[in-house]
């Protein structure tokens, strides 16, 4: 059938019983992405296929990570700078449409990560197996790179399984699981990962028929009166979460849907149009860029063995409690140490509710609350390769403990500190290893916020930082390294934006409004809420011991709060009063008008402290800043960072926003050292 035809990214292959596989394999690559070059095979190999009209067609994967994980960004990158986006767009929708079109049956056979185009193929297909297991993701998250999906994803995804379960998929960009896309009716058959192909061959044989209930839920909510009922309703609770003027992609995703009629070829070629449009937009060329960054930052742990089964944490808080279960979760062996064991047990207790969300199933659950221990008495020290201090914010304190814990090392373990300010030179001062000594400096909550700075010191072993650095990533967070000066990155350009919104909440502005200009900037929280979600407690720690080095005042009225056991929302009261885990924000009078000048304020202090941690080398370059910012603040992403949104707005427009700010409020916002850098006049990637 296929004679004479060679690829280098697709294998062939024709049984005894008339079934042809094809087996996507990209050449060089340990991951399928969906390059020109493959598609211009796949169309050569669909063309052969309409031709020879062979019993059957299954697709599958020969790489152990998955089936495919979307289109090959970097192209995609090329071309919008291109302008060639539309066309591209529209070959790869014929490729698809043409494999949709063959009269045989069709069918995906789906293991590991299928996303983006890799789900559009699975879509062009009749009917789709994947493997019944943890590791298999089906989505289309083509919404976190600004734009929504291409080639047919929003066509075909609501007419399969409905719009009420397609709308939000695509939306969110959140993945189905295996079970999740066969109740959905995603995928007509689960199976064992030993018997996908056999299986796979047996749907072509037997030809799976949908639920009707399925079927009818399909039709009816694409139907006409349908989506101009649903549409208004998925983008007010559309908005409730973003703003169109931030993030373009989703609302012009509904458009797409709710304008689609019955004819395919009228739905492709909205669905084109719309991408194109998307593809030329700021915040897809600042989210295309952030996830080249999370890709580097995830490369930063790669090529290493860390080295490390054990890992003892002392300080069962908030932050070391997390931290232990976090590991645990992740399949290390834990301890975690305190003064009394009623310490320890609440984190414990946390930690199983984390294992239960995460892991569903109660033997993995019980499996990792295995593999964390309670240890009163430090003796996993002796037993760890890695130890994590993560007591509280006292020099002094951190110094004893080191003495007690290095003793015991027996070859290279590491020590690390989750300080989250204290310069690194100063507490390694005393160690008998200090080249073993680094930070590790996690955010709050462990769970949910995903980066983590590796704190250096001038004598840090460089091989000591590329374990720790391989550790981040064994346990999925995005590792970026940092110099260990006072508030290292993230919280040295934080807190120039906590400590100005609360000297303006002392001025009179509300809170709430605050929050809402904040937001409006594209903060994912407000500061107010911020400082209550961190704890006033840490904020006037950390602003104790940052503010001499950044010329901060602690705004008045935080002690107060602290002493009277209003620390936000661990105490159910700070700055806002918080009922069953939100804050219960006061109604602000519909008249009042805020400063003119409230975002700068707000804003600019973080982008001048930002140039200055590039001038001093915080970090290595602008991406990783930017990256480190974004993934440690949760910095307007659609604006790319600091570095990024002073290229955007240009330097010399930026400073003089902040001359007027120092000579209306004072020397606080005074530009620091290295405006003058010459990475911040590269053009906006």
């Known amino acids: 059938m296929f004679e004479g035809l060679r690829f280098k990214h697709w294998k062939t292959n024709v049984g005894d019983d008339g079934i042809v596989v094809l087996t996507f ?7 399928n992405a969906l390059s020109r070059e493959a598609l211009d095979e796949l169309d050569t190999i669909v063309e052969r296929l309409a031709i020879e009209n062979p019993r059957g067609v299954v697709i599958h994967s020969a790489k152990p990570s998955g089936f495919a994980v979307g289109a090959d960004i970097r192209e995609f990158v090329e071309y919008a700078q291109t302008g060639t986006v539309l066309a591209n767009i529209e070959n790869g929708q014929r490729v698809f449409e043409n494999l949709a079109r063959l009269s045989c049956p069709t069918v995906a056979a789906i293991h590991g990560a299928c996303m983006g185009g890799g789900t559009e193929l699975a879509l062009a297909c009749r009917q789709r197996i994947a493997v019944d297991d943890d590791a298999t993701k089906i989505g ?29 998929a695509m939306l969110t960009g959140k993945p189905f699981n295996a ?26 044989k037997r030809p799976h028929q949908r639920p009707f209930a399925q079927r009818a839920k399909a039709w009816a909510t694409n139907t006409l009166p349908a989506r101009a009922i649903l549409a208004p309703m998925v983008r007010k609770q559309t908005a409730a979460k973003v703003r169109k003027e931030h993030y373009p992609a989703p609302f012009a995703l ?3 849907w709710a304008r689609g009629g019955s004819s395919i070829q009228q739905r492709l070629k909205l669905e084109a149009k719309s991408v194109a449009k998307l593809a030329t937009t700021p915040t897809a060329r600042n989210l295309i860029r952030i996830f080249f960054l999370q890709e580097r930052l995830k490369g930063l742990g790669g090529g290493t063995d860390h080295g490390i089964k054990h890992v003892h944490v002392v300080g069962a808080g908030t932050m070391g409690g997390d931290i232990a279960a976090w590991s645990a979760l992740k399949g290390f062996d834990v301890t975690l140490q305190d003064r009394e064991l009623r ?15 995460k892991l569903k199933a109660s033997a993995k659950v019980d499996a990792a609350v295995g593999r964390l221990r309670a240890d009163v008495d430090g003796k996993g020290v002796a037993e760890a390769d890695l130890a994590i201090e993560a007591i509280f914010e006292n020099p002094e304190a951190k110094h004893a403990l080191y003495a007690a814990i290095e003793p015991q090392f027996q070859a290279d373990e590491i020590l690390a500190s989750n300080t989250s300010s204290i310069p690194l030179d100063e507490l390694r001062q005393g160690l008998k290893a200090p080249q073993r000594f680094l930070g590790l400096h996690f ?10 700075e590796v704190v250096r010191h001038d004598a840090l072993d460089p091989a000591i930082e590329k374990r720790a650095l391989a550790f981040c990533k064994a346990i999925g967070k995005l590792p970026v390294p940092v110099k260990g000066t ?7 350009i934080l807190m120039p934006y906590l400590m100005e919104a609360m000297r ?19 903060m994912p929280m407000g500061p107010i809420e911020l400082a209550d979600t961190v704890g006033l407690d840490v904020c006037a720690s950390v602003g104790k011991e940052l503010a001499p080095f950044l010329g901060l005042e602690i705004p008045h009225g935080l002690e107060e709060k602290i002493a009277a056991n209003k620390r936000g929302k661990k105490d159910g009261e700070g700055l806002y009063v918080w009922k069953e885990g939100k804050a219960d924000k006061p109604d602000v009078d519909p008249d009042y008008v805020p400063p003119a000048d409230i975002q700068d304020r707000m804003i600019l202090p973080m982008v001048n402290e930002a140039i200055a941690c590039l001038a001093e080398g915080v970090v290595d370059d602008a991406d990783l800043l930017d990256a480190g910012v974004i993934f440690g603040t949760g910095f307007a992403p659609f604006r790319g960072g600091p570095i990024q949104y002073v290229r955007t707005e240009g330097v010399a427009a930026v400073r003089e926003r902040l001359a007027k700010l120092e000579a209306k409020h004072g020397v606080r916002f005074a530009k620091k050292e290295g405006w003058d850098n010459p990475e911040l006049t590269l053009s906006p990637a």
């Open 254 to 256: 509904i458009d797409t």
């Open 25 to 31: 394999d990209r050449e060089g690559a340990s991951a």
């Open 443 to 452: 955010f709050n909550p462990v769970a949910q916020m995903p980066l983590v």
């Open 179 to 204: 079970r999740r896309a066969k109740a959905v009716g995603l995928v007509d058959r689960l199976a064992r990962a030993d018997e996908l192909l056999a299986e796979a061959r047996h749907l072509i």
């Open 343 to 357: 310490f320890i047990e609440p984190a414990i207790k946390r930690a199983r509710t984390l294992f239960e969300k």
């Open 504 to 522: 303006l909440y002392n001025e009179g502005v509300p809170g709430p409004v605050l929050d809402r200009e904040a937001k409006k900037f594209g």
């Open 140 to 168: 289309l998250p083509e919404v976190m790179l600004g734009i929504h999906p291409g080639w047919g994803g929003t066509a075909r995804l609501p007419r399969l399984i409905g719009a009420p379960d397609a709308l939000p």
């Open 486 to 492: 006072p508030g290292f990155l993230v919280n040295r």
